[in-house]
């Protein structure tokens, strides 16, 4: 096998096995040491969050594929709908994920995108 | 000694095995149609199967694949692709953090934990942090390495299947696959939020990853998340002293 065969595996376990092991094996190594309530911990648990609430947004508003060309508002829209549906059956997952796909879905076949 | 060992091998082959039926619990099936979802997002962008399979295994969690997918797109070198999934992937160091004091005995060794933090990601980790503390501590470790290894090659083995499989579905089954994978990260967040400041960093983190993509779209991600997660942090802690000062 050539270098150029190999490089995109080099690239993924680099970028991406290394990338996140890391945290994984750094989380195993504080355990039961780190201090859950700290201020510190307050802050990474926010930009973690925020870096993955970033992708959603991303996917959501910037779809590639065959969502491109459906309009925001039905995306926006079946989210809406699906987190209506999620607070009202008590935080039911599986009631909020249900409520949105059926709402996109809907609004595609309605939309004949 | 031999016969207590004995058990001790007994109970975790039991654990072991209790653990692999969860891949037939609700959340394993959603993240199941998710990955059938991000087959199809990989087969349309042109990403070759084996690299998929790959990455599904030695990545495993599903915002890290997403995002190196889209460096490796937009060319970017290593080292840029390297910052943006590894800050995507700080939340999982508290998330190891807790679960290792809720499923090891004093007796677990590093190594095995090292080894099986490999298999923590969203899914396993809410399914563990939910359902570990129903199973007797000895059997706990088991329970989790039954349940995340087997889910995490199922998903291997099902990119690989779903890759070929995606082409033929209807374009409306593909942008319906697609959705669900924001659409079951946004709940599960919401679902295995433990701190109040989790629901401030998503709502800022949704809005400031539409901004800063309009006014920098090569670091969108990792700006939304250095600075509006730390906008959710200040100004959760800002409100938490306020409503402390406030207190009788």
Known sequence: ?113 | MEAEATIDGQTSRYWFVQGMRGLWSVPAIILMLSFVGFAAFTAEVGVPVEQVMFMTGVVWALPAKVILVGTMLSGANLLTAFIAVTLSSVRMMPMVAALVPEIRTRSTPTWLLLVLSHFVAITAWVFAMERAHHVPRSGRVAYFAGFSITLTLANVLLVGIAYFLVAQFPPIVGACLFFLTPVYFLSSIWVSARHRVIYWALGIGLVSGVLFHEVAPEFDILLAGVIGGTLAWAGERHWRLRQAGNAP
């Open chain 1, 1 to 113: 096998m050539t270098v150029d065969a190999l490089w995109p595996y080099i690239f993924i376990a680099v970028a991406g096995w290394l990338a996140t092991d890391i945290w994984r094996w750094l989380g195993v190594l504080a355990g039961n040491r780190i201090d859950e309530n700290s201020e510190t911990m307050n802050w990474v648990r926010a930009v973690a969050t925020a870096l993955v609430a970033a992708v959603i947004a991303k996917l959501i508003v910037y779809p590639t594929g065959e969502l491109e060309t459906s309009p925001l508002w039905l995306r926006v829209g079946a989210i809406a709908i699906g987190a209506a549906a999620f607070f009202a059956f008590r935080r039911n997952q599986l009631a909020g994920i249900a409520a949105a796909m059926g709402a996109l879905a809907f609004g595609l076949l309605v939309l004949g995108v």
